[in-house]
């Protein structure tokens, strides 16, 4: 198959067309059967629903500046959630009383509808309205509707909108910026707004003034308002790619002064001051300072022509910046040395602010800053988690006292298992770290997860759902830093950008190869998952690396790069993978493309495809496609395509219970009857410490 010409299978991308429709109901019933019919499929989704589900998790809140704890809650009696708040005092007791604002089960229940919840915007100053954006089936795209916080009810005649991929914002309590679909021409290629309107409470929305304006190719377009006392501003841009922006502040006037900013470079303004982190190198009056720095300048100077810029972080060849977040007076600033976290508080003064460590991060657990209240005071609340450690929830004070609010229960025994980190090398000589969970020396199925794009970074995180479906059961899970991820800052994204893509496919098959040559597994028992861009990562090592695995697993995967683009929000990666539709792109891109390169007579690990009809940003097409591709071959492919649950296959618990305990039974089964394993030989100089317990 050499191009979509030759597609026998463009038929599967008719989402509900009844072929279609027949076909994934046939595949899914011979999954279902294959998979969950023995004895133990249904007592390993309890397990995991119960993990899902259990009422001592920790309540991660939110804080919206009025002083109360927020949280999003769901469990087996509410499995769509409530939306809630308390007071601190409240939620330092083991049993906090709670207030309901939302019961998104009992409005499904009232309105018939699937709603699940996405996201709320509360306004602030006030905090007395919300803006709630409900979707369908768990779809990115979302119903929005203002709520009133003190009657707990959304509001008659209040700012309501049709379902759209909607991107809203708060100007006053009268105002609200909103890009959405507004008809023919409103949306870019990506199907994301091209055009942004100030909505004024009371009027139509088709009254309602036009901001701000796109091109149809870019990705998308935003507007959004500070109300930081003294300091309110607007700013509106445009995303030309999936990493370049075009950005502007909104004068009262309607005036719009740049942003002159690298586009490629992330930026945000705190009262005074503005942050700019770099993703490639940029020279200010004769200094070049590198990708993966981050700068800070008055933003009122900035605008009006002054460079006076200083370095807040400047990365070497172990250490990158991962995260900065703002308190009322300070930076905290988070930072990864080889995958393992740090993180540092900066007081802005001068040409160097002051730095010193933040208080309470434990030493070898993974930490980060989970929330602050920047209009209000210096609080942060720290969470930190280790591949066999339970998360702890920690309230800070800079200056101040730390206090440990909550701990996660332990979800499955660690006694007897230990986590290490390795380096592989991979096929250009570079170092690729990698993290082993499990018992030394253990015989068992090997797990392999990895992702490897668009500079997100997978670090350690305690999962009950691995725990007890993977590790509890003898099995080791091994989480790949492959490149194109964030861990070492910029140049890992970009050494596997575009063109240099196999670059990550080659550092997670050095991974795969390396756990062979350490005794940890060998190729018929060690199993890779991944989702999403992850997913793709799945494919091509289905289809170019076979013999290194026993097992597959693709969640909402992207498999067809000859069509991505033309498929849901595919137009928007084109910056990350390439232009199909360019014959220099689609010359390295068809090299790799997972549903170009299935090939019959040659022998693939059996491979689970998972994904959801509802997932409207990977269209579910891919992995329909790829399963009837690799069916025509001969090869052993098993489908499940969830008729909710969007990007992320579920929409409640009940189903994510069933797509892991799918997932984790697919894997052992396919696994855990390969041939023994010799014992591990003895780690050499390259391993690094880890934490054991």
């Known amino acids: 198959m050499s191009d979509e010409g030759d597609d026998p299978y463009l038929w599967l991308e008719d989402l509900d067309g009844g072929d279609a429709a027949g076909w994934v109901r046939e595949r899914n019933a011979a999954t279902v059967a294959a998979v969950t019919g023995g004895e133990g499929f249904a007592g ?211 005036e719009r002064i740049r942003l002159a900013v690298p586009e490629d470079a992330g930026w945000d303004a705190h009262r005074e001051w503005l942050l700019i982190r770099l993703r490639s190198p940029w020279t200010v009056d004769g200094v070049t300072h590198p990708a993966g720095a981050l700068l800070a300048a008055s933003f009122d100077d900035f605008l009006a022509g002054g460079r006076e810029l200083t370095v807040l972080f400047r990365p070497d060849e172990r250490t990158a910046l991962s995260g900065h977040v703002w308190t009322r007076n300070k930076l905290i600033l988070a930072t990864l040395a080889d995958v393992k976290s740090k993180l540092e508080v900066l007081t802005p003064g001068g040409a160097e602010w002051h730095r010193e460590p933040l208080a309470g991060v434990p030493e070898f657990d993974h930490s980060e800053v989970i ?199 595919g137009a928007s990666w084109m910056a990350e993978y390439g232009d199909p539709d360019r014959p220099e792109d689609w010359a390295f891109l068809r090299e790799y493309s997972p549903y170009h390169n299935v090939r019959g007579g040659e022998a693939y690990p059996p491979v689970l495809l998972v994904t959801s009809t509802r997932d409207d940003r990977v269209h579910p097409a891919h992995a329909r496609k790829m399963a009837a591709r690799l069916r025509e071959h001969g090869h052993d492919v098993s489908y499940y395509e969830n008729l909710e649950g969007g990007h992320g296959a579920a929409a409640n618990n009940e189903q994510r219970a069933f797509v892991w305990a799918l997932t984790l039974e697919f894997l052992w089964q396919k696994l855990a009857q390969a041939g023994a394993l010799p014992r591990q030989v003895a780690p050499d100089a390259t391993e690094r410490a880890g934490r054991s317990t």
């Open 44 to 254: 390993l989704r309890a397990e995991i629903r119960q993990v899902l589900d259990a009422d001592d998790r920790i309540p991660y809140p939110g804080w919206r500046g009025d002083g109360f704890w927020y949280n999003f809650w769901t469990d087996a009696a509410h499995p769509r959630g409530i939306w809630r708040r308390t007071t601190l005092e409240q939620y330092r007791r083991p049993e906090p009383e709670w207030d309901v604002l939302l019961d998104v089960d009992a409005l499904a229940a009232a309105e018939g509808e699937n709603w699940v919840w996405q996201t709320v915007t509360v306004l602030r100053p006030g905090y007395r309205r919300a803006l709630v954006s409900l979707s369908r089936g768990g779809a990115d795209a979302v119903v929005v509707r203002e709520f009133d916080l003190d009657r707990r009810a959304f509001v008659e005649d209040g700012f309501t909108l049709p379902e759209a991929k909607t991107d809203v914002c708060w100007i006053d309590v009268d105002h609200i910026f909103v890009g959405t679909d507004f008809g023919p021409g409103s949306l870019t290629t990506s199907g994301y707004p091209r055009v942004v309107r100030r909505w004024r409470r009371g009027t139509p929305l088709t009254a309602a003034e036009i901001v701000y304006e796109g091109q149809a190719d870019d990705v998308a377009v935003y507007a959004s308002h500070d109300p930081t006392p003294g300091f309110e501003r607007d700013f509106v841009g445009r995303s030309l790619d999936f990493y370049r922006t075009e950005n502007h502040l909104l004068t009262g006037a309607g």
């Open 371 to 569: 929330e602050t209240d920047p209009d209000h005071d210096d609080a942060y609340l720290l969470s930190s988690e280790g591949f066999l450690e339970p998360a702890t929830l920690r309230l800070g004070q800079i200056g101040g006292e730390v206090e440990t609010l909550k701990r996660q229960p332990a979800f499955f025994e660690a006694d007897g298992l230990a986590v290490r980190q390795f380096f592989a090398t991979s096929a250009d000589g570079t170092r690729v770290p990698y993290f082993v969970a499990g018992e030394p020396g253990a015989t068992g199925p090997t797990l392999l997860n990895g992702y490897g794009g668009y500079e997100i970074s997978l670090t350690p995180h305690y999962s009950g759902v691995i725990g007890r479906g993977w590790l509890a059961r003898g099995g080791t899970y091994v989480v790949a830093n492959i490149r194109g991820g964030g861990e070492y800052g910029p140049r890992w994204h970009r050494a596997a950008l575009r063109e240099n893509r196999p670059r990550a496919y080659e550092d997670f098959a050095a991974v795969a190869a390396d756990l062979v040559t350490r005794g940890i597994t060998t190729p018929e028992r060690l199993g890779i998952e991944g989702g999403s861009n992850g997913g793709l990562l799945m494919g091509v090592m289905l289809t170019r690396y076979p013999a290194l695995f026993g097992a597959v697993v693709a969640h909402v995967p992207v498999l067809d790069m000859r069509r991505y683009h033309r498929l849901l929000a």
